[in-house]
């Protein structure tokens, strides 16, 4: 693992001492900049400074691609958001999407808008973030693209990633009377979003180390790459997809794409000691912000009770908790089921980009 504040992790070559702004060095001597700080990587023929990148998939493996967008007051506040997590986020939401395919991420490309009041540290420092997140997992910047924008900070990054085609998780696989697990705890990352909304109130308190973590798992995810490509090489899972717009959500992609329903325990929903702490901050039921509340990056996945044990066990070799949560069942519905009982029919309750 590496340091990951260490200014000594990547350093950007400052070949020109008087270049202090990003108009002074025009696009072209932006992207040099950010070439120079990449690295080689497994596959790449023909990396940035091309009209196209070229890269060899390895034998017998599958391609896989996604893309995201992170926009500047939409998915971030550069008053919250430091430019190296910012970074560093920018690929890890790409990384984890390639994982909970069961992929191995290899090649990105990151799109750039820049706003005109952006200062060159700003993106050096973003760059070294996006890097290091990079160099963790083995993924290479192979490409992107450059432009000004009008608006905020507009950030596109594509991911592509490789595996064999049997060991591909989708999340049309769940069936009716397998396990719903998760990885790690829920809520935290909603929960720092929270802390941070209510900062203003609080100013000069601070939310001490708990409150930090909870912060920095909303600013700094890590995608679950290790456990996700352990899952998939055993098998032993029929669906997976990782938790980015909160476990209702997420879990009902896999429901409806499975064509199954599912039943989630709420007391069985793995909550840190530091969401707890929080929850007397907020006005509503916690479980609400741990099943709603998105940008964890835990792993949501199904499989077969009769492998709990090997599960556990696989995800504690890979230092990760995981916590069977429901059962999948033959309904259409997703429920949820409180301690005492009580059954609640859950409309989709994630995050929609679209909806007031
Ligand atoms: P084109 O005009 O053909 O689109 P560009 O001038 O945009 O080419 O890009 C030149 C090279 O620099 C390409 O290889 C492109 O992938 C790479 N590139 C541009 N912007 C970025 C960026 N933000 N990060 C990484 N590579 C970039
Ligand atoms: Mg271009």
Request: with cysteine.
């Amino acid at each position: 693992m590496c340091e990951r504040n260490s200014k000594d992790y990547m350093k950007i070559s400052h070949d020109d001492q008087t270049v202090k702004d990003i108009s002074n060095l025009g696009e072209f001597g932006l992207i040099t900049r950010i070439a120079s700080a990449s690295k080689p990587g497994i596959g790449v023929i023909t990396g940035i400074g091309d009209d196209a990148a070229v890269t060899d998939v390895s034998p017998g493996m599958q391609l896989l691609t996604s893309t995201d967008m992170l926009l500047e007051n939409v998915h971030f506040r550069r008053s919250w958001h430091d430019p190296y997590r910012l970074g560093r986020k920018s690929l890890a939401v790409s990384i984890s999407d390639i994982a909970a395919m069961g992929g191995i991420p290899r090649w990105a490309l990151m799109s750039l808008g820049i706003p005109a009041d952006l200062s060159l540290e700003f993106i050096d420092e973003f760059t070294r973030g996006f890097l290091a997140m990079a160099s963790e997992h083995g993924v290479a910047l192979i490409g992107g693209d450059t432009c000004s924008s009008r608006g905020g900070l507009i950030i596109s990054v594509t991911i592509m990633g490789e595996q064999y085609p049997q060991l591909v998780v989708r999340r049309s696989g769940a069936q009716p009377g397998d396990d719903i697990w998760v990885t790690g705890t829920l809520g935290d990352a909603a929960m720092g979003l929270r802390l941070l909304e209510q900062l203003p109130l609080h100013e000069g308190e601070g939310w001490g180390e708990g409150g930090s973590i909870l912060i920095s798992r909303l600013l700094d995810p890590s995608p679950r790459t290790a456990a996700a490509f352990a899952l998939a090489e055993t098998g032993m899972i029929t669906a997976m997809i990782d938790i980015s717009d909160g476990l209702l959500a997420d879990f009902g992609h896999i429901a409806e794409q499975s064509a199954v329903g599912g039943t989630i325990n709420l007391d069985a929903v793995p909550l840190s000691a530091g969401f707890r702490a929080a929850s007397s901050y907020i006005s509503e039921f916690p479980y609400n912000l741990a099943i709603s509340g998105g940008e964890d990056y835990e792993l949501c996945f199904t499989s077969p009770p009769s492998r709990r044990e090997k599960i556990a066990l696989l995800m504690k070799k890979c230092g990760i908790e995981a916590t069977p949560v429901g059962i999948v069942t033959t309904s259409p519905e997703v429920c949820t089921r409180a301690a005492d009982g009580t059954r609640c029919n859950q409309k989709n309750q994630g995050f929609n980009h679209f909806t007031r």
